[in-house]
């Protein structure tokens, strides 16, 4: 099973900034995804990341307000730009790996937009 | 189109009562089906699955067998812990490509 890392578990911002998630993965995988977590409900993807291409965004999510990075195989990055308080969820990347539509997690970046 | 429906929470029982979490889907084809746990202030991480129908998943004493003639994957457990408190998720993969469809999830609160 793959190994994910998240950095910042968690940020406090102040609403207008932005902050930039790493996610960095043990081995090489194809696609890594994003999703969102807001307080108290179930996950939603925001954008699947292939390396070498551009993210593929969910119906709501834009380029321009979470802009991703995939620069090799075992790295990715989420911006969250322009922070508001709405912004304030966990921000979970994943990885299929095993070809059976099982993902792993990483262990989340708490973000608190004041 | 493909949808999940999971038991609404919060449940709360006492330690060593029997757990069921009911989970049942809507898809086309033969979907894989998961339960993802949620333990406080982490990130989410596979519990149990199926990939086919009467397949039935197991880990740490959870069980949830894959019944297509109800659309359902329960999870159930025999005799529940404290350390059992979480959110659990039920998903399904409706055809291997990578995009989980989620339920709402279900907080389970056990008392000592």
């Known amino acids: 099973s793959a190994v994910i890392s998240q950095k910042p578990s968690r940020d406090i911002c102040q609403r207008g900034t932005s902050l930039t998630i790493q996610c960095q993965v043990d081995?090489?995988?194809?696609?890594m995804f994003w999703y969102r977590q807001q307080p108290g409900q179930s996950l939603t993807l925001i954008a699947t990341?292939?390396?070498?291409?551009?993210?593929?965004?969910e119906s709501g999510f834009v380029i321009d307000k979470f802009p991703i990075s995939r620069p090799n195989l075992t790295f990715s990055t989420l911006t969250v730009s322009n922070m508001s308080p709405e912004d304030s969820s966990i921000y979970l990347c994943?990885?299929?790996?095993?070809?059976?539509?099982?993902?792993?997690f990483g262990e989340g970046s708490r973000l608190t937009v004041l | 189109g493909n949808s999940v429906t999971q038991m609404e929470g919060p449940v709360t029982l006492s330690e060593e009562a029997f757990l069921t979490i009911n989970c049942t889907y809507t898809a086309t084809g033969y979907p894989s089906l998961f339960w993802y746990v949620q333990y406080p202030g982490e990130g989410l991480q596979l519990l149990l699955k199926a990939t086919k129908a009467d397949d039935k998943g197991s880990n740490k004493g959870f069980e949830a067998t894959y019944r297509k003639e109800t659309t359902s994957f329960h999870l159930e457990k025999g005799s529940v812990q404290v350390s059992d408190s979480a959110v659990y998720f039920c998903a399904l993969n409706p055809q291997s490509n990578y995009q989980l469809i989620w339920g709402a999830g279900t907080k389970l609160i056990i008392k000592p």
């Open positions: 081995s090489q995988v194809t696609m």
């Open positions: 994943s990885v299929e790996q095993s070809n059976t539509g099982e993902l792993f």
């Open positions: 990341a292939n390396q070498g291409s551009e993210a593929t965004y």
